[in-house]
């Protein structure tokens, strides 16, 4: 299954996008979002990406794999 946009498509075949290393604030933030609603709206997730200056498919893909 591809994500969508995120990483795909580029023709850049092999080379892998650089792993985001979050803050541990940055950590807490997603975990209280997550307490509080495991599946965020798209409009949740534009919040907590512009709250944390993240990009949104950083905080849709910690979501997927904090599940």
């Given amino acids: 299954r591809s994500e969508g946009g995120a990483g795909g498509g580029r023709g850049r075949q092999g080379e892998k996008e650089a792993r985001v290393v979050l803050a541990p604030e940055e950590k807490e933030a997603l975990k209280r979002a ?17 709250q944390l200056n993240l990009k949104t498919s950083t905080v849709i893909n910690w979501f997927h794999n904090y599940r």
């Fill in 34 to 50: 997550y307490q509080q609603k495991p599946y965020p709206s798209p409009k949740t997730i534009e919040e907590l990406a512009s």
